[in-house]
T-cell receptor, first 112, second 116 residues
């Protein structure tokens, strides 16, 4: 049972464009929704995160949009740059044990 | 500040051999995790620990064992390696249930294991 579904699997965007990655979850007990960024040969690193009591969080060019009723959240990368090329994972956490459930990842390529 | 360090970074095993992956963190984190990453499968939790001396099963624990004898170290063992265990393994740590923290996971750079 996949608890966090992520799409698309891969995405190609031109420099300056908007990259959008979507995730959907099933477990209503999830209370924290982070996005992790992973460059080749490196471990994932936290990019931005949101809690379900807000609908949007923005940090620089990165924005999370959250729709609690639809159980969906998405990452928007404005003015995408070649340096943003990486794999992006959405995740969700619930309960007291701080376990994260990850989506399957999206490979983003930003062409110059 | 080294963060999370994994050793070894690369290893090739033959089917049936055993090995141990070592994870060390210097952030005094309570929680530690072992994930495996496979193409198209994302990150899947193998085992985790919420404190020294404790371990628990994750999503894909079969074929693996772990130990957390010291707070800063989390060992992942393969007793009899199988080709299906060919993967990139990531260790992570987090502060756990500490007020004012988000429970962010800090990952190591990974250990690439190939089982022939």
């Amino acid at each position: 049972q996949q608890q966090v579904k992520q799409s698309p699997q891969s995405l190609i965007v031109q420099k300056g464009g908007i990259s959008i990655i979507n995730c959907a979850y099933e477990n209503t007990a999830f209370d924290y929704f982070p996005w992790y960024q992973q460059f080749p040969g490196k471990g994932p690193a936290l990019l931005i995160a949101i809690r379900p009591d807000v609908s949007e969080k923005k940090e620089g060019r990165f924005t999370i949009s959250f729709n609690k009723s639809a159980k969906q959240f998405s990452l928007h990368i404005m003015d995408s740059q070649p340096g943003d090329s990486a794999t992006y994972f959405c995740a969700a956490r619930g309960g007291s044990n701080y376990k994260l459930t990850f989506g399957k990842g999206t490979l983003l390529t930003v062409n110059p | 500040n080294a963060g999370v360090t994994q050793t070894p970074k690369f290893r090739v095993l033959k089917t049936g051999q055993s090995m141990t992956l070592l994870c060390a963190q210097d952030m005094n984190h309570e929680y530690m995790y072992w994930y495996r990453q496979d193409p198209g499968m994302g990150l899947r939790l193998i085992h985790y620990s919420v404190g020294e001396g404790t371990t628990a099963k994750g999503e894909v624990p079969d074929g693996y064992n772990v130990s957390r004898l010291k707070k800063q170290n989390f060992l992942l063992g393969l007793e009899s390696a199988a080709p299906s265990q060919t993967s990139v393994y990531f260790c992570a740590s987090s502060p756990g249930l500490v007020r004012g923290t988000t429970g962010e996971l800090f990952f190591g750079e990974g250990s690439r294991l190939t089982v022939l």
